[in-house]
């Protein structure tokens, strides 16, 4: 197959991907800016909060922060009063984390996520509570009440809104809209890439590396939908969405880990042993984090420090093991180093961030920040960079390598294979069994005469001009073939090989028609010789019975002249 052929098969996936995740995209993108008319309203002010048995009164939840004294809480309850308009088709949204929460209106039950009766020992998760007002209430009081499951799950007051029932979930969208859009994106990017990776890796190995690319993406690109809670809109329960969000954030790694390995081609065997290493230990957590998660023996949030550190460990690891010198480093590796140094950066700082948050200054409840899916977004696509520079060093290299062949097998005057390529036929004739094939071997005549006579630059002519006949005769057939000085091979192979006199007659009349295009006088003898006339027979054996018959041909040519 020819560069050109390559090419096109490593590109068309690549704008394969384009198109289709285009149109994808745009139905996201119609989908994330669908909106409803409503009404959004401010009760961030007002609250009267109890945090275990504690009272603080007029509480602004937006820039509320824990007492210092308040240690690890296991108990809040809040209190608002609604006005006359927030009390007529209006919904609250409630954010979680590994809580249980009651809303009541009054002295009326409103909503309960409690499930302790059912499984004690289940996963409660993380995310966002919906709890239509009803239209008819006896009193105007909210009162929440948020327990906690596990330790430092209260590490803030949960955040509360309400709007109008009818855009209750556009607005919650509209809020998220960028990192929706954004993790639609990657997801969906990832999900085709390995989808196509799967479909031409038998083609070509190499696209596992596309693979590796596109699982990443698929994971990351999920988690941070479960991270924005977007897959709450299709009726997602809280426990399953969080239980995807800490599953696909751990098992991004393995792919992370796998393209880091490939990239970096150039690291020692202990290098890669020492990667291998921490992609078996990465395995290895994910296989024992999710059994123990989905049996309910520890769950994901009561570990989620040892994943830190793991984490942490692998990034070290990436950034640093047989990590060599800029100048040393392909396009390639370059591209996926600094992405991995800015994403390395990023995870850093949200590791802060969240130990902050979590158990050094206490407000809301935080939730994921629109923010994360850009980074994302631009390490995504620095990987598809970094794979589509190897891509274009392969295809670069493949085509070095078959200028390298052909200078390697092919003739530099007349553009046919040479000698050492014939010597390969004849190697590859003699391991088929059965093979049916032709030799037809070929004298130049006159070669020498016309060197001496016209020069060099003549009888160079006389030999191109007299491969042009060959390859307009044979090459629809077989191989052409310059064995050296004015000798010349042609092979056809075939199960029903064609005519050879009506090939003869083409030959003859084409010698005639590039003789007269050229200005000198192109003939040639040959001999003719079939596999067929002999018993086992080996090709270099072949070859001689057509050229002993080449040469006897050339002996008759001469007594008809003599």
Request: negative net charge; charged residues 20%.
């Amino acid at each position: 197959m020819t560069t050109r052929g390559k090419t096109l098969k490593l590109i068309i996936p690549v704008a394969e991907v384009v198109i289709i995740a285009s149109l994808l995209i745009s139905f996201v993108f119609v989908f994330v800016h669908a909106k409803g008319e409503g009404d959004v309203f401010d009760i961030s002010k007002g609250w009267d909060v109890f945090i275990d048995g504690t009272e603080y009164e007029n509480v602004d939840t937006s820039t509320f922060i824990y007492p210092r004294e308040i240690g690890n809480v296991h108990e809040i309850d809040m209190y608002y009063r609604l006005s006359e308009d927030m009390r007529y088709g209006t919904t609250l949204r409630v954010y979680t984390r590994l809580s249980y929460v009651e809303v009541n209106l009054g002295e009326e039950l409103l909503y309960y996520s409690g499930i302790e009766e059912q499984n004690p020992d289940g996963f409660v998760g993380m995310g966002y509570h919906f709890i239509q007002i009803p239209n008819k209430a006896d009193s105007d009081m909210i009162h929440i009440r948020v327990i906690a499951v596990e330790k430092n799950a209260l590490s803030g007051l949960p955040r509360v809104s309400l709007s109008s029932s009818n855009v209750a979930y556009t607005y919650f969208v509209d809020e998220n809209a960028i990192g929706i859009f954004i993790s639609s994106f990657i997801f969906i990017l990832g999900a085709v890439l390995t989808l196509i990776s799967v479909l031409y890796t038998y083609l070509n190995l190499d696209y596992f590396r596309l693979f590796l690319v596109g699982s990443f993406a698929f994971c990351v690109g999920l988690w941070s939908l479960c991270s924005q809670k977007a897959l709450q809109l299709f009726n997602i329960s809280l426990s399953a969405n969080s239980s995807m969000e800490y599953l696909l954030l751990e098992v991004s790694f393995l792919p992370l880990l796998g393209y880091d390995l490939m990239v970096r081609e150039n690291r020692t065997k202990n290098e890669k042993l020492a990667i291998r290493i921490l992609l078996l230990i990465t395995l290895i957590y994910n296989i024992v984090a999710a059994c123990l998660h989905f049996t309910d023996i520890i769950h994901y949030s009561q570990f989620i420090l040892v994943f830190y550190v793991i984490a942490l460990v692998d990034c070290i690891g990436m950034l640093f093991i047989g990590v060599k010198a800029e100048k040393h480093m392909s396009r390639s590796e370059k591209t996926f180093h600094y992405a991995l140094c800015v994403m390395g950066l990023y995870g850093f700082w949200r590791v802060i961030d969240y130990v902050y948050g979590h158990f050094l200054v206490r407000g809301n409840a935080r939730v994921a920040d629109n923010l994360f899916p850009v980074v994302l977004l631009f390490f995504v696509i620095s990987m598809l960079i970094s794979y589509l520079f190897h891509l274009y060093d392969m295809v670069l290299s493949q085509a070095q390598e078959e200028a390298l062949t052909a200078l390697a097998y092919k003739d530099s005057l007349t553009g046919l294979y040479n000698r050492t390529m014939s010597d390969e036929i004849f190697e590859q004739l003699n391991e088929k069994e059965q093979a049916n094939y032709l030799f037809i071997d070929f004298d130049l005549n006159g070669l020498k005469k016309t060197n001496d006579e016209q020069g060099h630059v003549k009888g160079d002519l006389l030999i191109s001009g007299f491969a042009k006949v060959l390859e307009e005769t044979f090459s629809a057939y077989g191989k052409n073939m310059r064995m050296g000085g004015d000798e010349f091979l042609t092979i056809i192979e075939a199960k029903e090989l064609p005519a050879v006199d009506i090939l003869m007659q083409t030959y003859e009349e084409n010698c005639e028609r590039i003789s007269e295009e050229t200005g000198v006088a192109i003939s040639a003898s040959y001999g003719i010789a079939y596999s067929s006339e002999v018993y086992e027979p080996e090709a270099e054996q072949i070859f001689r019975l057509a050229d002993e018959r080449m040469y006897e041909m050339k002996r008759k040519s001469k007594r008809a002249r003599g």
